[in-house]
């Protein structure tokens, strides 16, 4: 990005950021999730710092927070309420460590005081000779609001501390409201028939500011210390927390001492997984200089202090810059938009890239290059684009629109189809060369899918594998990896010995994964892993002996599109879909190679199921289970009986909740589905 660039792009983070701040800090609402302001404020910082002859006086780095509400006394703070500069990925601890070092000359040693970053409102509590005296808000950092009537319907906050401490002392610390208060909380408001609260932290930011403490009272409030200023000095950071226990107040239970950044990254890799299991919300650690003549030392920058920085734990949501959108040629032919973003870290992992489904959706919430958009993870699995931040919009942007070819080829949209599709029998017909990049394309997206975890999981045959194979014209469909040899591998780049007697070994092996296992693999369309086990327990209806995988395909042939129909769960469309695969004589030619191959895909005689605990009913699975796979999940219900489908309805009978359930178990409580979890399965097994 050069100067102009720079100039321009941060004119519109300050705007946005601004408006974001004076909304919530001001006026007590919230346009932008917390997670995805972070992100841009975080872009700010780091863009200013390389270019920072354009920093401004009002920058949002330079300030905390809005100024103070109307409708309180105004206080200013004794000693400024400074804020902490964030950081978002373990290199950019090590930098300030380095930072740390520079300033002091040598590097430090004298360790590192971590303590979990509560996600709730700031407040300073002044203590008079031990007698609560005032509660002030942070307000801009130099002047806050008297909110000490409120404060003192807080009873985690002391009117006199527990020990004498003579003449002025200030308690910095942190209001809250636990996660089960809030739950309560928005019960009660649901009883009412009024509006629920968004989240826990506006919750308490809102409470403190109400002018009628008998409301504040019934909020549920709650409060940790963790600074001292004034009336008493101390050795280190810790020392502080030991002193806010004495004189009676509570402190985030679960700091620890760090010698090293090594220990601070296990600490923080810790909690960023168990903080879910937390009473409150944290969103993620601050981590301090431990010894406090080194950090008052260290002095201040700006609006935070240089020996203390807050990680934040992968948001849930963020925002990033959408670098290009690309079209991706699928398995059907199919046509999938992807965002390609500049790559950001969310919920625990980096995302740049995220589907964009289909022109519809681009054009529904008006997708362009170049936009800043928020991201978030459904379910905390899938990275989709939640919205654009048109404020950020650089000029000179043009909606977008599908070109009308790829590699030459005709880009077509069958009526009544969200989808755009290359036409393949148009392209096969064709025999050109970009033809033939299509179908190769094609090609490798099949492979791909047959080889999938949930097909026929063939260990070492992933993307750039199949890729390669392909390009190397080594294979033309499923049915050539089976004669693949160790001594073709070996003249495909990347493969050595082992790598290639090892996916010789497990394509070998995938002969015998369940007939179930292959239908899906096949990527016919419209039938996903469900319906292929529909169809292969219909194959063992009635029959007492194994089925051969030349027996199956010959009673599919035989099918008729009324037979199809009538299979419990395949309606009129993937009875069609199925039906016109098993007559296409091209597919049927692959099938039989599979059959010459040695292909088994055995079928044991299906027994019916009279008892077990998912008997006749329905179960959805969401979320990840600690003690099987999804796959492994699902096999363990139908043998018990059950069936599985992939949404919640009012059919459903149950729904096997995991960590990081998503929108089906919203939907499960709101139709009161029996929700089991992890533990409760296993007890029914």
Known sequence: MNHEQATERLSKLRTEINLQRYNVHVLNKEDM????LDSLKHELTQLEQEFPDLITPDSPSQRVAGKAMEGFKKVTHQSRMLSLNDVFSYPELNVWEERTAKLLGQPYTGGYYAELKLDGFALSLIYIDGLFSQAVTRGDGFVGEDVTVNARTIEA???????????????????????????????????????????????????????DPQLVANRRLSF??????????????????????????????HSQLCSTLPQIEQFLATWEEKRKDLAYQTDGAVINILDEGVFKELGVIGKAPRGAVAFKFSAEQT?????????????????????????????????????????????????????????????????????????LRPSGTVPYLYPETIHGVPVIRRAGEAAHYVDVKAVEAAGSDEGDVVLSE??????????????????????????????????????????????QLLTVEGFAELSAENLVTAIKESVDKPLAK????????????????????????????????????????????????????????????????FQNPHEQAVLDQLVAAGMHAPLEPLQKVTVGPFVGKTVVLTGTLAAYSREEASDLIRKAGGKISTSVSAETDYLLAGEKAGSKLTKAEELEVAILTEEEFAGLL
Do not use: C, W
Not at 33 to 36: G, I, P, W, Y
Not at 224 to 229: K, W
Not at 335 to 352: D, K, Q
């Open 33 to 36: 999730s917390e997670a995805a």
């Open 319 to 391: 925002t990033t810059i959408v670098k290009d959108i690309v079209l991706r040629v699928g398995r059907t032919g199919a046509i999938t938009p992807t965002a390609e973003f500049e790559p950001v870290r969310i919920a625990g992992t980096t995302v740049a890239r995220a589907t964009l489904h289909n022109a519809d959706e681009i054009a529904r919430k008006d997708i362009r290059i170049g936009d800043t958009v928020i991201i978030q993870k459904a379910g905390d699995i899938i990275p989709e684009v939640l919205e654009v931040v048109l404020s």
């Open 224 to 253: 940790f210390g963790y600074a001292v200023i004034g009336g008493k000095t101390f050795a280190t950071h810790a020392d502080e927390h030991t002193f806010i226990q004495e004189v009676g107040l509570p402190v985030e239970p």
């Open 442 to 487: 094609i090609l490798k997206r099949k492979i791909e899918h047959y080889a999938s975890r949930g097909a026929m999981d063939i260990t070492g045959l992933g993307e750039k594998v199949v890729a390669r194979l392909v390009d190397a014209d080594l294979v033309s469909s499923f049915a050539e990896l089976y004669i693949l040899t160790k001594e």
């Open 157 to 211: 906050i002391p009117l006199r501390l527990s020990q004498a401490v003579p003449g002025r002392v200030e308690i910095r610390g942190e209001v809250y409201i636990a996660k089960k208060d809030f739950a309560y909380i928005n019960a009660e408001q649901e009883k009412k028939g009024l509006p629920t609260y968004a989240n826990p932290r506006n919750l308490a930011a809102g409470s403190m500011r109400q002018l």
């Open 518 to 581: 292959l239908l899906f693999g096949l990527g016919i369309r419209h039938v996903g892993s469900e319906t292929a086990i529909t169809l292969a327990r219909y194959l063992g209806v009635g029959i007492d002996h194994q089925l051969t995988f030349s027996d199956a395909l010959n009673r599919l042939r035989t099918l008729t599109l009324d037979a199809f129909e009538k299979l419990p769960d395949v309606g009129p469309v993937v009875a069609t879909s199925l039906f016109s695969y």
